[in-house]
C-alpha cells in the first residue's frame, strides 16, 4: 500500500458578521478590521489506491488553525482533491477543519477552491484561492466569511514537504492532479456543435409494440429494458434478452435496413427485451467496468424478465461488450434462468490483431493521464483539445470515407479502416444512420480490456467477493446452451476470440455448444449489412432454436463465402 503526505499553509482575513455573504467583501472588510486567519495543515493520503477509486478523493488534514492570533488544533479535518461531479469543466478543491475555539464552543473552517477555466490566465489564481466560510458546529451558523491564499513563496515551501512511501504514489498522484486541471483548462472554447438528430423516421415492416420497463440494481443503478412485442398477436417463442457493448446503445441492434434483427426475432414469435445496462449511452456518463454490467446490470436485466414474463428460463443474444460483461455473471453462476445463449464478436478471451494489442497496451496509460472518457461522437461534436488532437489525427491517416465517426470508432476500436464494418456492406442511409450511434466509453474500460488482453482472458476489474477470483480456472457454473458467432472479417476481435471461448466450453461441457462462422462478416455489419436478414439473421433463429445440431465452424449455405 501506498502514502503520500505534505503541509500546506493558507492565510487570509475572514469578517465576523453573520449578515456578510459575499467572500470578497467579507475579506476586504476583514482585511480592514484586521482579522487575519491562517492555518497549517499535514494532508496525508493513506492508500493512493483507495483515494483515487473514492469519488470523493479524500485525504486526512490534520494540523492547526490560528485565529486573532491563538493558534486552536485541527485533529480529524478532511480535504477533498477534485471530488467528482457531472460538471465537464469544473473542479473543486474542499476543505473541512473542525477545531474548539477559546469559548469551548465547536468551531468549522471549512474552504473551496474553484477550478474553472474563464477569462484570461487563471489557473493560478483558482488553485490558490480559497473561499472561506466559519460555522458554528453545532448549528451550522455562518460566524465569518472571507478568503485565503496561497503565496508563490508558499507555494514552494509546500513543495519541498511532499513525502511518500511507494515508488507508484508521487506519479499516480500527480497524473491525478494534471489530468484534472487539463480537463478544466485544457479544453478549446468552441462554438455551438451539432446536438443529437432525432432519428430518421422508419416504418416497420411488421406492427410493433413497446414499453419501458426500469430495473434498480443491488449497487443502486437505475438502467432499463425495452420490451418489443408484436403488436397484432402475443409472442409464442418466450423471451430473448439482448445487450450490445460500449460506446452504442441497444438501437445498434435497429438498423434502418429491410428488416433488422429485434424485427425478425418479434416477428417469428419472440418477446425481445432490449437492456440499456449502464454502458449505454442512453444514461449519463458514468466510470464502468464489465464487472458492473456482469455482477448488477445483466443479472437484474434477467431477473426482471423472468418476474414480468413469469417465463422460468430465458434465451439471450449478445454482443461485444455487452456479451464479455453478460459471460462474467454467466460463468460466475449469476444467471441460472438463461438456458440459451448467442453471442457475437467476444465472449471470455480477447484475442486482438498484434497493432490493436500494441494500441490499447501502449495508449491506455497515456490517456488516463488526461482524461476520464474518449468518445466516438468526437467526429460531429469534438470538445476539447483532445478530441481535436484525434480528429486531426484520423483525418491525416483514415480517409475511407467521409463519416468521422465512422473513422473514429475504427481508431479506438481496430487496427486498420473499416475495422468495425465492410463498408461495401452498408447502405448510404445505414452509414449515415450509425453516425449518432457512438458516444462515451470510460478509460477504465479500457485498463480492464488491457489487462484481460495481456493476461488472454476476461480479468475482474477490481477483487470481488462470492465470485470466482479467476474466471476461467474452473468449469462454468452454467448449463446455458451457447452459440458463439465469429464474422471471418472482424478487426475489433480476432475471430480467434470466439473460437478460444468455444473450446474453453467444449473442453468443460463437450458436445452441448456450437461455433457458428458468418464469412465476410465483420464485427457490426452482421447486424446493420443489408444482406445480413438473409446471411446471418437465419444463423441466430437456428441458434435459438430448442435443439440445434452441435459443432464446430458450421457455415450455412445462405452466408457468403469471402472473395
Same mark, same amino acid.
Given at each position: 500500500?501506498?502514502?503520500?503526505?505534505?503541509?500546506?499553509?493558507?492565510d487570509g482575513?475572514?469578517?465576523?458578521?453573520?449578515?456578510?455573504s459575499?467572500?470578497e467583501?467579507?475579506?476586504?472588510?476583514?482585511?480592514? @478590521? +484586521?482579522?487575519?486567519?491562517?492555518?497549517?495543515? *499535514?494532508?496525508?493520503? &493513506?492508500? /493512493? $489506491? =483507495?483515494?483515487? %477509486?473514492?469519488?470523493?478523493h479524500?485525504?486526512?488534514?490534520?494540523?492547526?488553525?490560528?485565529?486573532?492570533g491563538?493558534?486552536?488544533a485541527?485533529t480529524?479535518?478532511?480535504?477533498?482533491?477534485?471530488?467528482?461531479?457531472?460538471?465537464p469543466?469544473?473542479?473543486?478543491?474542499?476543505?473541512r477543519?473542525?477545531?474548539?475555539?477559546?469559548?469551548?464552543?465547536?468551531?468549522?473552517?471549512?474552504?473551496?477552491?474553484?477550478?474553472?477555466?474563464?477569462?484570461?490566465?487563471?489557473?493560478?489564481r483558482?488553485?490558490?484561492?480559497?473561499?472561506?466560510?466559519?460555522?458554528?458546529?453545532?448549528?451550522?451558523?455562518?460566524?465569518?466569511?472571507g478568503?485565503?491564499?496561497l503565496? @508563490? +513563496?508558499?507555494?514552494?515551501?509546500?513543495?519541498? *514537504?511532499?513525502?511518500w &512511501?511507494? /515508488? $507508484? =504514489?508521487?506519479l %499516480?498522484?500527480?497524473?491525478?492532479?494534471?489530468?484534472?486541471?487539463?480537463?478544466?483548462?485544457?479544453a478549446?472554447?468552441?462554438?455551438?456543435?451539432?446536438?443529437?438528430?432525432?432519428?430518421?423516421?422508419?416504418?416497420?415492416?411488421?406492427?410493433?409494440?413497446?414499453?419501458?420497463?426500469?430495473?434498480?440494481?443491488?449497487?443502486d443503478?437505475?438502467?432499463?429494458?425495452?420490451?418489443?412485442?408484436?403488436?397484432?398477436?402475443e409472442?409464442?417463442?418466450?423471451?430473448?434478452?439482448?445487450?450490445?457493448?460500449?460506446?452504442?446503445?441497444?438501437?445498434?441492434?435497429?438498423a434502418?435496413?429491410?428488416i433488422?434483427?429485434?424485427?425478425?426475432?418479434?416477428?417469428?414469435?419472440?418477446?425481445?427485451w432490449?437492456?440499456?445496462?449502464?454502458?449505454?449511452?442512453?444514461?449519463?456518463?458514468?466510470a464502468?467496468?464489465?464487472?458492473?454490467?456482469?455482477?448488477?446490470?445483466?443479472?437484474?436485466?434477467?431477473?426482471?424478465?423472468?418476474?414480468?414474463?413469469?417465463?422460468?428460463?430465458?434465451?439471450a443474444?449478445?454482443?461485444?461488450?455487452?456479451?464479455?460483461?453478460?459471460?462474467?455473471?454467466?460463468?460466475?453462476?449469476?444467471?441460472?434462468?438463461?438456458?440459451?445463449?448467442?453471442?457475437?464478436?467476444?465472449?471470455?478471451?480477447?484475442?486482438v490483431?498484434?497493432?490493436?494489442?500494441?494500441?490499447?497496451?501502449?495508449?491506455?496509460?497515456?490517456?488516463?493521464?488526461?482524461?476520464?472518457?474518449?468518445?466516438?461522437?468526437?467526429?460531429?461534436?469534438?470538445?476539447?483539445w483532445?478530441?481535436?488532437?484525434?480528429?486531426?489525427?484520423?483525418?491525416?491517416?483514415?480517409r475511407?470515407?467521409?463519416?468521422?465517426?465512422?473513422?473514429?470508432?475504427?481508431?479506438?476500436?481496430?487496427y486498420?479502416?473499416?475495422?468495425?464494418?465492410?463498408?461495401?456492406?452498408?447502405?448510404?442511409?445505414t452509414?449515415?444512420?450509425?453516425t449518432?450511434?457512438?458516444?462515451?466509453?470510460?478509460?477504465?474500460?479500457?485498463?480492464?480490456m488491457?489487462?484481460?488482453?495481456l493476461r488472454?482472458?476476461?480479468?475482474?476489474?477490481?477483487?470481488?467477493?462470492?465470485?470466482?477470483?479467476?474466471?476461467?480456472?474452473?468449469?462454468?457454473?452454467?448449463?446455458?446452451?451457447?452459440?458463439?458467432?465469429?464474422?471471418?472479417?472482424?478487426r475489433?476481435?480476432?475471430?480467434?476470440?470466439?473460437?478460444r471461448?468455444?473450446?474453453?466450453?467444449d473442453?468443460?461441457?463437450p458436445?452441448?455448444?456450437?461455433l457458428?462462422?458468418?464469412?465476410?462478416?465483420?464485427?457490426?455489419?452482421?447486424?446493420?449489412?443489408?444482406?445480413?436478414?438473409?446471411?446471418?439473421?437465419?444463423?441466430?433463429?437456428?441458434?435459438?432454436?430448442?435443439?440445434?445440431?452441435?459443432?464446430?465452424?458450421?457455415?450455412?449455405?445462405?452466408?457468403?463465402?469471402?472473395?
Amino acid at each position: 500500500m501506498s502514502s503520500l503526505r505534505f503541509t500546506e499553509e493558507m492565510d487570509g482575513h475572514l469578517l465576523f458578521d453573520p449578515a456578510e455573504s459575499d467572500h470578497e467583501r467579507g475579506r476586504r472588510r476583514g482585511e480592514q @478590521a +484586521g482579522t487575519a486567519v491562517m492555518f497549517h495543515l *499535514t494532508i496525508e493520503v &493513506d492508500d /493512493t $489506491a =483507495a483515494f483515487h %477509486a473514492d469519488p470523493a478523493h479524500r485525504a486526512s488534514a490534520r494540523g492547526w488553525v490560528k485565529l486573532g492570533g491563538e493558534a486552536f488544533a485541527v485533529t480529524a479535518g478532511e480535504f477533498n482533491l477534485f471530488p467528482d461531479t457531472d460538471h465537464p469543466r469544473k473542479r473543486e478543491m474542499r476543505y473541512r477543519l473542525p477545531f474548539t475555539g477559546a469559548d469551548g464552543r465547536a468551531m468549522v473552517l471549512s474552504g473551496e477552491k474553484h477550478v474553472q477555466d474563464e477569462e484570461g490566465f487563471d489557473v493560478w489564481r483558482d488553485t490558490t484561492t480559497l473561499l472561506t466560510e466559519l460555522r458554528d458546529e453545532a448549528t451550522g451558523e455562518r460566524v465569518a466569511i472571507g478568503i485565503l491564499r496561497l503565496t @508563490a +513563496g508558499d507555494f514552494l515551501r509546500q513543495m519541498t *514537504t511532499v513525502g511518500w &512511501d511507494g /515508488t $507508484a =504514489a508521487p506519479l %499516480a498522484f500527480g497524473s491525478f492532479f494534471a489530468k484534472n486541471l487539463w480537463q478544466a483548462y485544457g479544453a478549446q472554447r468552441l462554438p455551438d456543435t451539432p446536438k443529437r438528430r432525432a432519428p430518421a423516421p422508419r416504418t416497420s415492416p411488421i406492427p410493433l409494440r413497446e414499453e419501458i420497463v426500469p430495473y434498480t440494481t443491488e449497487d443502486d443503478f437505475t438502467g432499463h429494458l425495452v420490451r418489443v412485442r408484436h403488436a397484432d398477436r402475443e409472442p409464442d417463442l418466450g423471451p430473448v434478452y439482448m445487450a450490445a457493448g460500449s460506446s452504442v446503445r441497444t438501437n445498434i441492434f435497429r438498423a434502418p435496413i429491410e428488416i433488422n434483427i429485434v424485427e425478425a426475432l418479434v416477428d417469428a414469435g419472440y418477446d425481445v427485451w432490449l437492456n440499456e445496462w449502464r454502458a449505454s449511452f442512453e444514461h449519463a456518463r458514468n466510470a464502468w467496468s464489465l464487472d458492473e454490467g456482469a455482477l448488477y446490470d445483466h443479472p437484474e436485466g434477467v431477473r426482471t424478465v423472468v418476474r414480468v414474463t413469469g417465463a422460468e428460463k430465458i434465451k439471450a443474444l449478445v454482443h461485444c461488450q455487452g456479451s464479455s460483461s453478460f459471460f462474467m455473471g454467466l460463468v460466475s453462476g449469476k444467471m441460472p434462468q438463461v438456458d440459451t445463449v448467442v453471442c457475437n464478436a467476444m465472449a471470455l478471451h480477447p484475442v486482438v490483431h498484434p497493432l490493436s494489442k500494441a494500441k490499447i497496451v501502449g495508449l491506455t496509460p497515456l490517456m488516463g493521464l488526461v482524461a476520464d472518457y474518449v468518445d466516438i461522437s468526437w467526429g460531429i461534436r469534438p470538445q476539447n483539445w483532445l478530441s481535436h488532437l484525434i480528429r486531426s489525427w484520423v483525418r491525416a491517416t483514415n480517409r475511407e470515407c467521409d463519416n468521422l465517426v465512422c473513422r473514429i470508432s475504427s481508431f479506438f476500436y481496430g487496427y486498420s479502416r473499416s475495422a468495425m464494418w465492410d463498408h461495401a456492406k452498408l447502405s448510404r442511409e445505414t452509414h449515415d444512420w450509425l453516425t449518432d450511434e457512438f458516444e462515451w466509453i470510460p478509460i477504465r474500460f479500457f485498463r480492464q480490456m488491457r489487462r484481460s488482453i495481456l493476461r488472454g482472458h476476461l480479468v475482474w476489474d477490481r477483487k470481488r467477493d462470492g465470485v470466482p477470483r479467476d474466471l476461467c480456472a474452473q468449469p462454468p457454473q452454467t448449463d446455458a446452451r451457447i452459440t458463439f458467432l465469429q464474422g471471418t472479417s472482424n478487426r475489433c476481435f480476432s475471430p480467434e476470440s470466439q473460437a478460444r471461448s468455444f473450446a474453453w466450453f467444449d473442453r468443460h461441457q463437450p458436445g452441448r455448444h456450437q461455433l457458428r462462422e458468418m464469412r465476410g462478416y465483420g464485427h457490426f455489419d452482421c447486424w446493420m449489412g443489408d444482406d445480413a436478414p438473409r446471411d446471418v439473421f437465419p444463423i441466430v433463429l437456428d441458434a435459438l432454436a430448442d435443439e440445434p445440431v452441435p459443432g464446430v465452424n458450421i457455415v450455412p449455405s445462405a452466408v457468403t463465402p469471402v472473395a
